[in-house]
Every structure is written in C-alpha cells, then in structure tokens.
C-alpha cells in the first residue's frame, strides 16, 4: 500500500467522490480514467493541489442530476496524471482503502463530497494474504469458458503463476460484470470472499451462455 497510508489516523475523512457506475477499483489496483466533466476536472485539480486522493463510488438510482450514492466506495490516490491538447485529464487512481459513504456535505464545489468511514475496511491498508481457499484450478477453468464464449484471451502462462491477490483483484476489475456484480465484489469481506464471488460469476455467466439457443436461421 502507499506509504502515506499506513494507520486509520492517515486516511482523511472528507473526501470528494466519483460517482460511476460499473467502474471498480479495488485496493492496491489501478483504475485509468479520462477526465472531460467540467465538475470532475475541478475536482481533480483541487485534489492534485491537495492530498492527491478521490473516493470512487457507483450510484444507486434515482434522481438523474443527483443519484443517490451506494453505502460503500474505494478511495484512491492518483499516481499518473497527463493533461491532453484539448482540455482532457487522463489520470490512474490506484486504490488505498474501502470506505462507507456516510453524510454527504451540503457544499459548493460542483462535485460531490462525503464523509468517509473506514472501520470495517482497516485490513485494506495491511499487506494482503493469499485466499486459503482459491481453487486455482477451479477459477480458471470457469475464467478460459467466459472469455472463450466472448473471443478473449489473457496471458494462460502468467495467470497460472500470478499470486492470488493480484489475479483475482485484476480480473474483477477488468471484466465486464454488471454494476451489481461489481459491487458485490467490492464489498467481499476477504480476498476469499472475492475469489468465490468472482469464480460463481464466471461460472454462472457461463452457464448461462451455454444455455442460449442457437440463433434462428
């Protein structure tokens, strides 16, 4: 984890969020971004003139101007940032720690802030273990199914050695999960919480294609 974020004390409390839906970020990954918003490159020059972080959050629905926002995001900080020659930021968010999202501030700034709380989330800033129960042979399997069934393909040699963490971790942030999906991810208590999840959603996802009839001729 990043060294400036070490204890609880570090982690600020008041944080500005980006609401996105099916986006994920996931402690210690890394999550590109293009910045075009008038809103959100406000948002990300006051925090390069800052502390450098930004909470990410998906939204629950409702008012289309101002969604309300789920109960839990990921904060990171962001460790690559390039203006473009039209105005656009393109930055990386690499990820620090869960959060809940509590009180939203009542402010002027154009974009959204909240109140963070990371206590159920602590164990984000501690070196992660591997999942005890990662079935590798299991997950990928389910994974060589999935990306087969949408002509995709991944690096067999490295997945079969990556750790557990950085393998899972990737994965569920790359794969095109619908945002429910993705948050049931974020919210897996443990790295082996996650590691089932993402392996169900594979294997579920591939049954289901499985299942389609063939298209009518």
């Known amino acids: 984890m990043h060294p400036a974020y070490r204890h609880a004390e570090d ?3 008041l944080i500005p969020v980006f609401p996105l839906d099916g986006a994920l970020l996931l402690p210690g990954g890394e999550l590109p971004l293009n910045i075009f918003e008038p809103r959100y490159l406000n948002m ?30 990921c904060l990171g900080r962001i460790t690559a940032f390039a203006e473009t020659s039209d ?12 959060f809940a999202a509590g009180e ?3 402010i002027k700034t ?12 602590l164990a984000d800033l501690a070196e992660q273990a591997a999942a005890e129960a990662f ?13 087969n069934q949408r002509d995709l393909d991944v690096d067999w040699e490295t997945a079969s050695a990556a750790p557990a963490d950085a393998l899972v971790n990737s994965l569920a942030m790359g794969l095109p999960f619908d945002p429910a999906e ?3 991810l974020l919210e897996a208590h443990t790295l082996a919480d996650r590691c089932a999840i993402l392996t169900a959603l594979l294997e579920i996802d591939g049954a289901l294609d499985d299942d389609e009839p063939p298209p009518v001729q």
């Open 44 to 73: 990300v020059d006051d925090a390069m003139a800052q502390d450098r972080v930004i909470g990410m959050i998906q939204t629950r629905g409702g008012h289309r101007e101002h969604p309300g926002l789920v109960g839990v995001g």
């Open 11 to 13: 982690l600020p409390q």
């Open 110 to 121: 154009p974009y959204r802030q909240v109140r963070a709380d990371y206590g159920r989330f």
């Open 182 to 184: 993705k948050q049931a």
């Open 135 to 147: 079935e590798r042979e299991r997950f990928l399997s389910a994974l060589k199914t999935y990306l």
């Open 104 to 106: 939203e501030l009542q």
């Open 87 to 98: 105005g656009r930021y393109l930055i990386t968010l690499t990820g620090v720690c869960r």
